[in-house]
Nanobody, 130 residues
Framework: QVQLVESGGRLVQAGDSLRLSCAASGSTFSDYRTAWFRQAPGKEREFVAIISGTGRSTFYAGSVNGRFTASRDNALNSVYLTMNSLRPEDTAVYYC???????????????????????WGQGTQVTVSS
C-alpha cells in the first residue's frame, strides 16, 4: 500500500505558475504509476496528467498539454505537477492517485479513468483569479 499527501495549492492570479507536490509513503514508490486529477465544484473528477514509475513517460489531458508538466523524484518518494500559464478554469481541488504497476497502460482511457487508481490523496485547493 501507499499513502499520498498533496501540498502546494493556493490562490494565484491568471498567468501565474504553481507547483504541486504529492508525497508518498508506505511502499516503493517507483513501482506505482501516478496520476493527477482535479475536481471543480459541481463537476466530475477530471484527469490531468499521469507519469510512469520511472518518470520517463508522461501523458496529459488536452486542456493542460503544453502548460502542465508532471515529474517525479523517487529518491524523495514524490511526484510533482508544475502548472504554468494558469487560467481561472484551472481552479479545482487537485488530487494525486497511484496504482501498482509503473508502466503506463497503452490506452488513453485506461490512463485517465479514475476507477483505475487504488490510492488517493486528500487533495489540495488551487484557485486562479482572473
Amino acid at each position: 500500500q501507499v499513502q499520498l499527501v498533496e501540498s502546494g495549492g493556493r490562490l494565484v492570479q491568471a498567468g501565474d505558475s504553481l507547483r504541486l507536490s504529492c508525497a508518498a509513503s508506505g511502499s516503493t514508490f517507483s513501482d506505482y504509476r501516478t496520476a493527477w486529477f482535479r475536481q471543480a465544484p459541481g463537476k466530475e473528477r477530471e484527469f490531468v496528467a499521469i507519469i510512469s514509475g520511472t518518470g520517463r513517460s508522461t501523458f496529459y489531458a488536452g486542456s493542460v498539454n503544453g502548460r502542465f508538466t508532471a515529474s517525479r523524484d523517487n529518491a524523495l518518494n514524490s511526484v510533482y505537477l508544475t502548472m504554468n500559464s494558469l487560467r481561472p478554469e484551472d481552479t479545482a481541488v487537485y488530487y494525486c492517485a497511484a496504482r501498482l504497476g509503473g508502466v503506463l497502460p497503452p490506452s488513453a482511457r485506461a490512463r485517465s479513468n479514475p476507477d483505475q487508481y487504488h490510492y488517493w490523496g486528500q487533495g489540495t485547493q488551487v484557485t486562479v483569479s482572473s
